[in-house]
């Protein structure tokens, strides 16, 4: 028989237990009982050998015969007893025989060699089948306690042999499975259990054999045919010869741990799914040595393609704008021929004509020395664009509508501007007629009169124009401008107002200042802006020197400023904090919108606006710009801010 509780449980062995066999008066916790139990065992022990002895003696038998009786009744009285007490009676019974069967009879010397060949040979024999008895009593004992300790494990164990025939099966196996010990003992394990392996029989063999341990995942049947998932640990026991003997197999069941677990997982997938739904965002994987590509739900809804298409590299490719699919595609090979990471804004053009942004983004993980795996999402950011193509049509709308209502106040000053060129043109005309009419008709003069008619139509004509720039919408074109130019065009619309409020406009502008990149409207705005509200913060001050001093710079930072300083009340401290919020305004009938518009444009050149009092009165407003950078950002809409203040 064979220990199935692989190496660290060896079954005891005959050196083992004689070295373990101390005598009594060695041992140190002897209790009363196991003395009680011992002298008890002596004393039927030798009255049992004495007894045997003189009924063998009455009988006349021979002393080989009475030795065999004898023997066989020390060996009994091993089993009750220690090696030391099977010794002590071994000794008893040589005693018995020398006394009552070798000569001379009822004397305890021998004289005759075969007599002591014959008591030498009855002790020795005695003593190692005593020792053989007791050896295999231990060894079933401690085969039972192992059997026991099985039975306290939760964990089902069996013990099959190299047949997989089930030799031991534990209570645990029994309450688990549904098959008593008595049925399963002698089945084959994989039919009665049905079961299913993680991989091959011979790869889990194999294993089995190099290391002598296995540990994986099963699939077992029970009795009434619940599948069960389990934790397995296989131990092998080998003899000498290298030869599977047997192999324990511990099982914990698992089953409800992976449903758990299942669900969760569930749970959590349904979870992404409801959040790339409601985020419109999907998310793919693309490896690109070997063209697999998968796509979550939410990225098939945005690609607008059926979930069970094999979804591909060109299928994103099929739904790509045409007029960014040039550009799209250098994008994804240039990120793949560089490694590196994916960030791509691009637009779609779906099936029925619909357009769809979407934000592309992917992180690279470097696979095989050619191949990059890709993880990415994929966000439809139409709406989003929709939102802020929204925002910038109110915003342009609301400068123009801003852009309006200060030319409404400055209509005075407009039909004066258009009107000075036009009294000019009927002189021009009056004296060219009188020229006209002499004899001879001086048609030098005319021609020269002439010239000056077509020269101030041509300037009413630019104020008409400028008027009719500043009321249309703007559109997203920036050119290169000096910002002393379009200060110079506002004072000109201004001039004739601001001397009717009798103001003074002066001028301090730098020189050789750097071009700056803009839209030349909307800086005629935020100019424009800022003259009337020092015009108008001066327009009740009377009877005080009012001026308004226009001054253009280049600070530390190389940036173009330009600073509105008037000699109006100045700020309230508690208005400087809110005077470039929306909405925010002191007068009667301002709309407060002028400064919040003044900087929603600086910002957007990537520029700054400011407002501080002066030391000695009124307020000045500064804002700075950048310089143009270089000849390739000047195109339109270049709206990047690399380096703002
Ligand atoms: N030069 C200035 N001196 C003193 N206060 C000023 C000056 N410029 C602006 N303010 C204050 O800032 C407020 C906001 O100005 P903003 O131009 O935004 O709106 P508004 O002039 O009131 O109305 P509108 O929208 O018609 O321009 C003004 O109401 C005024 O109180
Ligand atoms: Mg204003």
């Avoid at 060699?113 to 295999?136: G, K, M, N, P, W």
């Avoid at 029994?174 to 079961?195: D, F, M, N, P």
């Avoid at 209509?411 to 000019?424: D, F, K, R, Y």
């Avoid at 050119?479 to 601001?498: H, I, P, R, T």
Wanted: some cysteine.
């Amino acid at each position: 028989m064979t220990s199935f509780l692989g190496p660290e449980y060896r079954p005891a062995r005959l050196p083992h237990i004689l070295a373990h066999a101390h005598p009594y008066w060695k041992r140190r916790h002897i209790t009363r009982t196991q003395f009680a139990y011992t002298a008890l065992v002596w004393i039927a022990g030798s009255l049992a050998l004495a007894g045997t002895t003189w009924v063998c003696f009455q009988s006349h038998v021979d002393i080989s015969t009475a030795s065999l009786i004898l023997r066989l009744v020390v060996v009994v009285l091993a089993l009750f007893t220690s090696f030391f007490s099977s010794f002590l009676f071994a000794i008893l019974g040589a005693t018995l025989l020398d006394y009552f069967f070798t000569k001379p009879l009822f004397h305890l010397s021998v004289y005759r060699r075969e007599d002591v060949v014959a008591l030498l040979t009855f002790t020795i024999t005695t003593l190692v089948v005593s020792a053989l008895i007791r050896y295999i009593r231990l060894l079933g004992n401690v085969q039972r306690e192992q059997a026991r300790l099985l039975d306290l494990t939760n964990d089902s164990i069996f013990v099959r042999d190299d047949g997989d025939i089930i030799r031991y099966w534990n209570r645990a196996a029994e309450s688990l499975y549904g098959w008593k010990r008595s049925e399963a003992i002698g089945k084959h394990a994989y039919t009665l259990l049905a079961t299913v392996f993680p991989c091959s029989l011979e790869e889990i063999n194999h294993a089995l054999f190099q290391t002598g341990h296995w540990e994986g995942e099963l699939v077992h049947t029970t009795r009434d045919g619940a599948k069960l998932v389990l934790a397995s640990r296989w131990s092998v026991q080998i003899d000498a010869n290298g030869k599977l003997c047997a192999i324990l197999e511990s099982n914990t069941d698992i089953t409800r741990r992976k449903q758990a677990e299942e669900a969760l997982r569930r749970s959590e997938a349904e979870f992404l799914a409801e959040a790339q739904r409601l985020s419109q965002t999907g998310s793919f994987a693309w490896n690109t040595q070997t063209s697999a590509v998968s796509w979550s739900a939410q990225t098939f809804r945005i690609f607008e393609y059926d979930a069970t298409v094999p979804p591909s590299i060109e299928l994103f490719f099929a739904r790509l704008h045409p007029e960014d699919a040039t550009s799209a595609r250098s994008a994804f090979a240039t990120a793949v021929a560089a490694k590196r990471h994916l960030d791509l804004d691009t637009r779609l053009l779906m099936p029925d004509g619909a357009i769809k942004h979407v934000h592309v983004v992917a992180h690279a993980l470097e696979t095989a020395p050619a191949g990059v795996q890709y993880i990415g999402a994929v966000m439809d950011v139409s709406a989003a664009r929709r939102a802020e193509e929204q925002i910038r049509s109110t915003q342009a709308e609301l400068e123009r509508i801003s852009r309006a209502t200060v030319l409404g106040v400055l209509s005075a000053s407009i039909a004066h501007e258009v009107g000075q060129p036009l009294a000019a043109i009927m002189t021009f005309g009056q004296t060219a007629q009188r020229w006209i009419v002499r004899e001879p008709p001086e048609l030098d003069e005319v021609h020269g009169c002439l010239d000056g008619v077509i020269a101030s139509a041509t300037r009413a004509s630019s104020i008409v124009q400028r008027v009719r720039d500043m009321t249309s919408r703007t559109t997203a074109q920036r050119e290169l401008l000096n910002l002393n130019d379009v200060a110079d065009e506002m004072a000109a619309l201004l001039s004739w107002e601001l001397s009717r409020h009798g103001i003074e406009l002066q001028f301090k502008l730098a020189q050789s200042l750097p071009p700056i990149l803009a839209n030349r409207i909307q800086l005629q705005q935020v100019l424009m802006n800022l003259l009337v509200n020092a015009m108008q913060a001066m327009s009740g001050s009377a009877g005080e020197q009012r001026n308004i001093m226009v001054e253009s710079r280049l600070d530390d930072s190389g940036h173009v400023t330009v600073a509105v300083r008037d000699s109006g009340p100045g700020i309230h401290t508690d208005d400087l904090q809110r005077l470039f919020e929306a909405f925010y305004t002191t007068k009667s009938a301002g709309m407060g919108m002028g400064l919040s518009i003044c900087r929603s444009i600086v910002v957007s050149h990537c520029g700054r606006i400011w407002a501080a009092n002066n030391a000695d009165c009124g307020a000045t407003f500064s804002f700075s710009l950048p310089p143009a950078r270089k000849p390739a950002a000047q195109e339109t809409g270049d709206k990047t801010c690399p380096s703002a203040p």
